[in-house]
């Protein structure tokens, strides 16, 4: 059995949907954002995403069962379900529900299994492990100096803690019952996307709190494609603000890509794909004035 080593966190299928097969070569490629060093290249999307064995249990990982999951039982599932929806957003200009369940759970999936959320879920128990080896330390005075408690979150962890069937059915769940829009780009305009690219925004309701998908005036963002965005939102902050239109397609102006394209590219991890390079340009501009607003503004 061939191994499979890069192993993508974003799948290939979605990706393919902001790429472009260079002339002669029929390679896929996108033009990507650095953030580490702000620079754009055009790049495979086999690079885009990806981590060397990623989801492989441990160096003696033969079967790959993981990345074969996500390979052969999930990502043509999405693939079919994001041509489906796109043409029937063309031709009706409305969400049908059996579209909005299916893409409820493949967000939900999409959130939990990447790198930035592993990230994310190894600060979180490293901030435990520091804590008990502080309580271990004070209940046992005969420890050795270089006891510490560890958090070792590789792909089993991740798994057991994030990408369980518990997490995913309850974010499936909330999202259901979030009201959902459909964003089209206007002519000449595409959507930018991230190696994060399910995206939840809104402001906690105490400082001590954090966002979460239940969370009133929460919102969720997800690139379909270049040309369509998907914006779900806290039902009940949706229709105290007296929003209209759920499960319809409506047209983004000018200023709501700018705005909706600096959100993607803030929110990005290490990586912002776009189809064309002037799209990731205006968003790094927008991204870059705000920097500078924002520390100017500073006492």
């Not at 902001?18 to 953030?35: D, N, Y």
């Not at 299916?102 to 790198?115: K, N, S």
């Amino acid at each position: 059995m061939n191994r499979t080593i890069r192993q993508h966190f974003v799948p290939r299928a979605y990706l393919r949907r902001f790429s472009s097969s260079s002339s002669g070569t029929g390679i896929e490629r996108t033009h990507a954002l650095i953030k580490r060093n702000t620079k754009i290249v055009e790049i495979p999307i086999q690079n885009i995403a990806s981590r060397e064995l990623f989801y492989d249990f441990g160096p003696g990982d033969q079967e790959q069962v993981l990345e074969q999951h996500f390979s052969q039982n999930i990502e043509g599932d999405l693939a079919d379900l994001l041509r489906e929806s796109v043409d029937h957003f063309k031709a009706a200009q409305t969400l049908v529900a059996s579209h909005k369940r299916r893409l409820a759970a493949h967000l939900a999936l999409q959130y939990l299994r990447t790198h930035e959320f592993r990230r994310v879920l190894a600060e979180n128990l490293g901030g435990v492990a520091e804590m008990l080896t502080r309580q271990f330390r004070s209940l046992h005075n005969d420890l050795p100096d270089e006891f510490k408690v560890e958090a070792n979150v590789d792909a089993r962890a991740h798994l057991d803690l994030g990408m369980n069937d518990a997490n995913i059915g309850t974010i499936a769940h909330i999202l259901t019952q979030h009201a959902w829009q459909v964003v089209r780009a206007p002519a000449g305009r595409t959507f930018l996307t991230s190696d994060a690219p399910v995206m939840l925004i809104g402001e906690p309701l105490a400082p001590w709190m954090g966002v979460g998908f239940a969370t009133y005036g929460a919102r969720v963002l997800f690139p379909l494609d270049a040309e369509y965005l998907v914006v779900t939102t806290d039902i009940v902050s949706f229709r105290e603000n007296g929003h209209l239109g759920e499960n319809v397609v409506v047209e983004a102006t000018e200023g709501m890509m700018d705005q909706y394209n600096f959100i993607i590219l803030g929110m990005a991890a290490e990586q912002a794909v776009a189809r064309t390079r002037l799209e990731l340009e205006r968003a790094e501009a927008l991204l870059r004035a705000e920097a500078q607003y924002l520390g100017q503004s500073q006492p």
